[in-house]
Structure formats: structure tokens, C-alpha cells
RNA sequence: GCCCAGGUGGCGGAAUUGGUAGACGCGCUAGACUCAGAAUCUAGUGUUCGCAAGGACGUGCUGGUUCGACUCCAGUCCUGGGCACCA
């Protein structure tokens, strides 16, 4: 019988579905392994052969363990709310529930059909109102402890898509997709507090084992700095000026001060002359994105207020102007300018002829401003001490003066928690009429979502619930009063946030999860997923842990306790551009080659006419190939493409679908492929070249074990050898988490083991173990030829026998000056002598020698001897 | 601009603590089987000189430390990723 994979991956599938072989239960009497990937998106193209990666790896893992003895949690779910089914609704019609739904069921097939040992039985749906019930409890308990509240905070509205966009959706100015144009609106929203946990956040990471630049990228994320707050009284005026400054050794010299557009205080402190130009000046930076502002760089703008400030330490009459190189998010939105030791102040204060102050010794601030650490100058009580001293004494005057006070601020933001959209989870709250806000009774959790039957936007600044009013217009249950339904949903990130949680008791109706369960199976062990969660996923997930934990809700500070992050499987396709901006199909078009392009930002102009154009993408089968194997366009004359490698994604046309791969070759081929590439954390150009090499070993594989006559007992010595330190060898890789090394080993066991006899039953035994984490379909097959009945699924590991690794001759390099010259067999246990002795003895040594006598010989004991010369 | 990761054959990649560079796979070459091909098997395969034995060179580049460097140090170039007026 020749190797089918069809036919046995279909029985195998079939055989683990119907006997639940994944199934886990809390076992205290065993220890427990969580190896958890990060949920999916199921969006509507289906799996590509990027995503499995980090799952087939997590697969080899979870079956390992098991074998190992470990109780394994290796569940699956869906991360379903998100705004590609509910645009995907706008223009057809059709509910994002049937969307999702579809999608997942086409997830959940393709999953399966890489035999991923997952316990289906916990799967979970974050849109289903059983998830959904708990996720808003939580946010209950977010609100109760003061972390949720209502604030004021601008959006980036689109009228045209009728939709709230993200920063990075908006380029300048205008929607990515449409090029529409997008106001910024201020609108009420919630907010979690997250920065109250910053501190923890920052320090908990040294509990974790995660990659570091992980780690470093959460730390510059909080972006902790210790420095003052001043406070800056404004002439002839009742208010002061508060700024945040990590230099208040620099304090004598700040030459002025600038407040952000947005602060609250300009049109207090704005005189009548300046207005006008003050509130043009606000304007304007209104008009721009965050990010049109950011990319602005060096040339800085800004405009006099007309009023005037003191400086606390000199009682110095410093003028207050606004510009839009200070950030209102960041620190009191307002800064003190010390041109002389900063290079931003110096930049504004060359640019409208401010004074420059040296108030730390070291630079030549006629070139540039110094912001290095020196002595104090010019700075009275400072004079002569150094930076760091300086900053300890000037913040302990601030004290004494009740003029400021040392603090520490963090980049790290409140979380901007709602969105003005569908699909996703209501808030389960009731806005009062006198218009406090009540939580929703949690035995009326939850609040679910209400049928809408028109999709399209309606232009009007309004999100899609608030068009329902008898979903809005409620009442209290408890006292009958008036209420109204928040019109907000929340962000995708909420469902993940807990889900890992959900994953150890998923059924519990009558509570979010049990404290046995939550106690028995976290922390995660190994948590798997792409590194572009580095920052948001992570901190939120962590964020909301820690509040969990401070309810004692949860046991552990940390969810995820080992992080790997998979290497991104990239797509080949071949670009040019064209002028058919707005995707019209029947637009009379120009084409251009990527020679013919260049780049202005983000944005591609053609060269010649300064027209902006768009990129398009072809994959390889319909690429034409000219004469002298140049790619060009298959219909358009004379346009060369440009070959890119990238991430894969619809637009691109660069996908490769799992589905293919399986129908050729088989899942375990495609997974075996996948585990050899590389190691995980790296990523790669797809290319379907080495499957096929995988394929052979799995047919060698098939052939030793249906084939051959197998002879009882563990074989010749060798035999025996190579089988045990194929074992220990395969072992120690999947500790490492290094299955690409463990599959080699493998292959030279199936090369080998008939080399001097027929295939030993015991060789086979363990080898069909060892298989089974990276071929599973295959090792089950092969295990049950082998006479066994049961899935080998809970079967032992194999065990090395120790007595076989150690070797009773060894090879011994020979080195002369360094070089590889010969090499030698000797007893294992041989002494210095013997193997010096041996190694000087050899011809080529002599050779080299040449007579001479070796100055110095080092012997490496099972290494190697080096003679010198 | 700043920070981080990584540069090893034609290709994907191996290489405990500094100790035989290139495991394993792909590709390629030759042979076996075959009428032939496919498939399979066997052998070879870093570059270079040599009939061979054997030598020289070789882990982005330039130096350094060492008996010995892919591995450690300094500098430099390239690629990928992150951050980007954070006071």
C-alpha cells in the first residue's frame, strides 16, 4: 500500500472528532500545560499559509506535552467582531451575524483539515451573547473600581463612509480607502484608566518570559520619564501655566513657554491683537491629522498669544506663545521653552527670534543647542552643580516654594474604549436623565445587540445604534425611571482581552469562569501570535489582568507567561501602477512601471505628469515573461513589473491557500514543511519548492514501517545507538521549541536505521512516537499497523537509554597551528597523553611539522588536539 | 533621525560554554532500474588549483583579542522591524 494521505488524514480526523481525543478536564492529580494561540480574525478569504505557521508549531508542542504526560489546554475560538462584516453589511445587506458566522465555519473546516489538536469543545465566539454577557460584567467591574469613565475626545469623522476611522486610516487628511475628506469632531466617549496600572504594566514585565524587544517595545510604549511640574503664574492674570519638564535644572533658562493649540487656556490668555491670527493658527491645526502635524518636522510654526508669564525661579517676564510642535496629549499640553538645552526650542527660537540662554556648561549654542548633562550656569542657587544634582536641588525649591513638585508621567495614554459602530459589544449602561450613569442590573447582562435593518451611512454625525431609538429608549429595571442606552460599542480588542480566561471554563453560565478552573489551568504557558500585538493586545490583555487580580477574580499578576512570536509567511507578486484612482472598472487608464514612480510619503506620483497613481498587483501565473526573462504586463505594452516580496493580503493578490497545499500533498506534508522552513520566530518567502521533500520522508517513513519486515527487539548496536540518540536528540529540539532541528534528526533516522539490518521493532516503536507531533495523521496510522488499538495520543514519550549515548571511540580532530589537519579514533576514556601522543603520530601531522618541534599542543577532551608551531 | 533584530553554499537553513563551518532538506551532476519517461534508489555537490595525493581561500566588510573566532571586542556597510516633535 502505497502512502495516501487523503484517505488516512480523513479516517484520523474523523477518529479524533468522534472520540473527543483532545478533550481536557481540571486534573489536580497532574500537572497542566495551557499552550494557547492567539485567537483569529475569521475574516472572509479564509485561512492563507501564513496564518498556520504559529498554529502547527503550538500543535507539535500541545501533542508533545501530552505524550510527556502533561493535562494539555490547547483550545481554539473567534475574535468575531470587527468592521470588515459590518462594511461587508453596508454593501449587501447582509447581517454581520450571517457574515461571521460563515466565516467561521470555513475557519474552523480549514483548521481541521490540518489536524490541529484542538479541544473543540471549548471553542468560543466573542459575538455570541454568552461570551458577549461576560465581557460586559467586566467592564462593570472596570466601572465600579473607577477605571471607566466619559470624557471628550476628538474623532476622526468621515461622512462619506459614515464612520469613525483610526489615525492610521486617515492620510493626509483624507480616508485610505475613498479618499474622502475627515473632519476631527470632539464627541463623549469612554475611557479606561489604564495609566493608573502604567507603573505595574512596567514593572511586572521583569516576571515574564518573553522575547525583549517585545518587552522593550511595551516599555517605550509607557514611556515612563521622571522630571517637575512647574507651575507658571501668568502676568496680570489669575491663572498659572503648569508644564511638565524631565530638565528643571534648566528652569533659569526657559525664554518662554508654549502652549498646544488645544490647550484650554488660549483663548483665556489671548489679547485682542493677537486673536485673530491665534484663532487662524488653531484653526489650521484642527484641520490637520495628528499625523500631517508629525510629519511637518522641522520647519515649526507657531504664533504669539500676546501674553506673558514669570518664570518661578527669576521672576523673568517670558512671553507665552502657541504652536503645534507641543503636543496637548502629552504631559499638561503646555511646555516651558529652554532653547538653549533643548533642540526643538532652539529650532522655534531661531525661527522667530527668541532669546538663547546657556544655562548648562558644555555646548557652543551659536551651532546648537546643548541638551547634554554639564555644570549649571546662570541659574543662581544651581551655579556649579552638576545635572543631576541640579535637577534633585531645583526640585526640592520647587517643594519648598510650593511652586511645583517632582512627578513622573508616562507616554501611555487612557484607553479610548468606544467606537461608533455595529459590530461589536453595547455598553452595559443606562444614561440616567439627570444624567448620571448607571450600571445595567448584571442579571439583565446581556445587553444585546438590536436588528438593523438599513446599513447604509447616512451621512449625519451619528453612530449605527443611535438610529434605532426603541433600542436607545429604555428604563431602569429597578426603579422604572427613564433611560438611555449608551449609542457606542466597544473595540475589538475587548474580547480578547479575557478570552484566555473564558478558554479554562467555557461553558459556565453562572459565572465568567470558576476559581477551581482559573486556578488549575493559568497561567498560559505558551502564548503564540503575531509580534504586530507587541504593544495594544498585550498591554490591554495584561491591563485588564491586573484589574482582575486586584478583584480577586484572578490568582496570577501575569495571563501569559512564555510569549514566541511566529515569523510572517511572505507572498511573492509582481507591481506596477496605474491612474485609476477610484477603482473604476471602465476607466480609460494609464499604466506605469515602478521606474516611472516616485514617492512622496506614503503617497506614489508619477514621475513624468506629477499625477498620483496607484499600485497593482499581479501573481506569477498571469505574468508574461519577454525574451530576456524580464516580467511585464500579460496585456498592457511595454510595462516592466516590479517583483516585491510582502506580507500576504487579498490586495496584493498574493495569497496562498492552505487548501491547495493539502489537496497536493496532504496536511502532514504542508505541516512538516511548514516546522522545517525555519525556526519559528523567523519569517520567509512562501515557496511550495521544499513540500515535496517532505512528502518523500513521510513515504520513507510509511514504507519502514508497512514494508520492511520488522525483526523483533532494538536491532544491531548500532541500530539501537542511532535510535537512542535520535531520542534524546528529538527531545532536547522540542524543549527548545526547535522543531526544525528535531525533524532532521528524524530524516537521518529514516535514512539510516536500515542500513545494517532490517528496520528493529523497538526503532520503529519510538520513531512513530516521535512522529507523532509533526505528522500525527501518519504516526496514527503507522501506530495502529503496528498493532496498537488506541489513538497514540496519551502514549509515553520514548526514553533514551543513557547507556547507549555514550560512545566507546571518538573521533578527535587534529589541528596544526589552528587548521584542520587530520583526525584520529580513540578509545572515549583515553587520557591527554594518549591522545597527544596519537595525534602528534599521525602522517599528516608529521607532515606539517616538517621536523619541527610542536612549542605547545592543547588537547580539548572529545574535541580536538591543536599543535603549535 | 533614534532604537532593536539579522547578514553563513545556487536556495531554505544547521553548528551546547570560543573547539572538525555548511547537519537536514531543496536544487544540480552522475549512475542503477526502465524500450523510454515518471517515480524510486545509490553516489557526489562551498569556491578554487591539481590526474591524484594534497593545498589555498571561505560565515557582509575592515581591524583586534586568542593556540583556535560564524561565535567575543571596536568600527563600518546592507536588509528587515519598531518608534518618530513625548519636553
Not at 491645526?285 to 527669576?314: I, L, Q, W, Y
Not at 450600571?439 to 454625525?461: R, Y
Request: glycine residues 6%; negative net charge; hydrophobic residues 40%.
Amino acid at each position: 500500500m502505497a502512502y495516501d494521505p487523503k484517505t488516512i488524514e480523513e479516517r484520523w480526523q474523523r477518529y479524533w472528532l468522534d472520540n473527543e481525543s483532545f478533550r481536557c478536564e481540571v486534573d489536580p492529580s497532574r500537572p497542566k500545560y495551557y499552550v494557547l494561540d492567539m485567537f483569529p480574525y475569521p475574516s472572509g478569504q479564509g485561512l492563507h499559509v501564513g496564518h498556520p505557521k504559529g498554529y502547527i508549531c503550538t500543535d507539535a508542542i500541545a501533542r508533545y506535552k501530552r505524550m510527556r504526560g502533561f493535562n494539555v489546554l490547547h483550545p481554539m475560538g473567534w475574535d468575531a467582531f470587527g468592521l470588515p462584516a459590518e462594511q461587508h453589511a453596508v454593501e449587501t445587506g447582509t447581517h454581520p451575524a450571517i457574515t461571521t458566522q460563515r466565516n467561521i465555519d470555513t475557519y474552523r473546516r480549514q483548521l481541521r483539515s490540518l489536524g490541529l489538536s484542538y479541544d473543540w469543545s471549548r471553542e468560543v465566539d466573542t459575538t455570541d451573547p454568552r461570551y458577549v454577557r461576560w465581557t460586559q460584567w467586566i467592564f462593570q467591574k472596570l466601572h465600579e473600581r473607577g477605571l471607566a469613565y466619559e470624557a471628550e475626545v476628538a474623532v476622526n469623522w468621515c461622512s462619506a463612509l459614515g464612520t469613525v476611522l483610526a489615525n492610521e486610516e486617515v492620510i493626509d487628511g483624507k480616508s485610505e480607502r475613498g479618499g474622502h475628506p475627515v473632519v476631527r469632531l470632539p464627541m463623549r466617549q469612554w475611557m479606561l484608566r489604564i495609566t493608573e496600572y502604567a507603573e505595574r504594566l512596567l514593572a511586572d514585565l521583569d516576571l515574564v518570559d518573553w522575547p525583549e524587544r517585545i518587552k522593550r517595545m511595551q516599555v517605550e510604549w509607557i514611556g515612563r520619564s521622571e522630571g517637575a511640574r512647574v507651575a507658571f503664574p501668568i502676568v496680570d492674570g489669575d491663572t498659572t501655566i503648569e508644564v511638565f519638564t524631565t530638565r528643571p535644572d534648566t528652569l533659569f533658562g526657559a525664554t518662554y513657554m508654549v502652549l498646544a493649540p488645544e490647550h484650554p487656556l488660549v483663548r483665556k490668555l489671548t489679547t485682542e491683537a493677537q486673536r485673530s491670527d491665534v484663532e487662524a493658527y488653531v484653526a489650521e491645526a484642527a484641520r490637520k491629522s495628528e499625523r500631517a502635524r508629525m510629519a511637518d518636522g522641522e520647519d515649526k510654526t507657531g504664533v504669539f498669544t500676546g501674553a506673558f508669564a514669570t518664570n518661578p525661579v527669576n521672576d523673568a517676564r517670558i512671553p507665552v506663545w502657541i504652536a503645534d510642535y507641543v503636543l496637548a496629549s502629552y504631559g499638561t499640553g503646555a511646555i516651558m521653552a529652554v532653547p538653549g538645552h533643548d533642540e526643538r526650542d532652539y529650532a522655534f527660537a531661531t525661527r522667530f527670534d527668541l532669546p538663547i540662554l546657556e544655562v548648562v556648561a558644555g555646548g557652543n549654542l551659536a551651532e546648537a543647542a546643548f541638551t547634554g548633562h554639564g555644570t549649571a550656569l546662570n541659574s543662581g542657587f544651581l551655579d556649579g552643580l552638576q545635572t543631576k544634582e541640579a535637577k534633585a536641588r531645583m526640585n526640592d525649591w520647587l517643594e519648598e516654594q510650593g511652586k511645583g513638585e517632582a512627578t513622573i508621567n508616562y507616554k501611555l495614554r487612557d484607553w479610548l474604549f468606544s467606537r461608533q459602530r455595529y459590530w461589536g459589544e453595547p455598553f452595559p449602561v443606562m444614561h440616567l436623565d439627570d444624567g448620571t450613569v448607571k450600571l445595567v442590573p448584571e442579571d439583565q447582562l446581556p445587553i444585546t445587540l438590536p436588528k438593523l435593518d438599513d446599513w447604509a451611512p447616512t451621512g449625519e454625525f451619528e453612530t449605527p445604534l443611535s438610529r434605532v431609538p426603541e433600542w436607545i429608549q429604555t428604563s431602569d429595571p429597578e426603579t422604572g425611571a427613564n433611560a438611555r442606552r449608551d449609542p457606542n460599542t466597544m473595540p475589538q480588542w475587548a474580547g480578547s482581552c479575557w478570552y484566555f480566561l473564558r478558554f479554562c471554563d467555557p461553558h459556565n453560565d453562572a459565572e465568567a469562569w470558576s476559581t477551581e478552573a482559573e486556578r488549575y489551568w493559568m497561567p498560559v504557558d505558551l502564548y503564540v501570535g503575531g509580534a504586530e500585538h507587541a504593544v495594544l493586545h498585550l498591554l490591554y490583555a495584561r491591563f485588564w489582568h491586573k484589574v482582575l487580580y486586584d478583584c480577586g477574580l484572578v490568582s496570577t499578576k501575569e495571563p501569559f507567561q512564555k510569549l514566541l512570536n511566529p515569523g510572517m509567511i511572505l507572498g511573492h507578486a509582481y507591481r506596477y501602477y496605474d491612474d485609476n484612482l477610484s477603482d473604476d472598472p471602465n476607466a480609460a487608464l494609464h499604466a506605469y512601471p515602478a521606474s516611472a514612480v516616485r514617492f512622496e510619503g506614503e503617497r506614489a506620483i508619477a514621475a513624468a505628469t506629477g499625477d498620483e497613481v496607484k499600485a497593482r498587483w499581479l501573481l506569477r501565473p498571469d505574468v508574461r515573461f519577454d525574451e530576456d526573462d524580464v516580467p511585464v504586463h500579460p496585456t498592457l505594452e511595454d510595462i516592466p513589473l516590479e517583483e516585491v516580496t510582502e506580507k500576504m493580503s487579498k490586495s496584493r493578490g498574493n495569497v496562498v491557500s492552505p487548501d491547495d497545499v493539502i489537496d497536493e500533498f496532504g496536511a502532514d506534508s504542508m505541516r512538516l514543511y511548514e516546522l522545517f522552513m525555519g525556526p519559528l520566530e523567523k519569517g520567509a518567502p512562501w515557496s511550495t519548492d521544499g513540500i515535496p521533500g517532505c512528502f518523500r520522508f513521510l513515504q520513507r517513513a510509511h514504507r519502514l514501517v508497512t514494508e520492511e519486515t520488522l525483526c523483533d527487539g532494538d536491532g544491531t548496536e548500532e541500530q539501537a545507538r542511532l535510535t537512542a540518540r535520535t531520542i534524546a536528540g528529538v527531545t532536547g529540539d522540542m524543549e527548545a521549541i526547535q522543531p526544525n532541528t528535531a525533524i532532521s534528526k528524524l530524516m537521518v533516522w529514516s535514512r539510516d536505521i536500515s542500513r545494517d539490518g532490517s528496520v528493529p521493532r523497538a526503532g520503529a516503536v519510538a520513531f512513530v512516537r516521535m512522529l507523532a507531533p509533526f505528522a500525527p495523521h501518519l504516526a496514527e496510522e503507522l501506530w495502529s499497523h503496528l498493532g496498537n488499538t488506541a489513538s497514540l495520543t496519551h502514549e509515553a514519550w520514548p526514553e533514551a537509554d543513557p547507556t547507549l549515548l555514550v560512545e566507546d571511540t571518538i573521533t578527535v580532530a587534529v589541528q596544526v597551528n589552528g587548521k584542520r589537519r587530520d583526525e584520529i579514533r580513540v578509545p572515549a576514556n583515553a587520557d591527554e597523553t594518549t591522545v597527544r601522543d596519537a595525534a602528534l603520530a599521525t602522517e599528516n601531522v608529521q607532515r606539517h611539522l616538517d621536523g619541527k618541534e610542536p612549542r605547545k599542543v592543547i588537547v580539548v577532551p572529545g574535541r580536538l588536539v591543536n599543535i603549535v608551531v
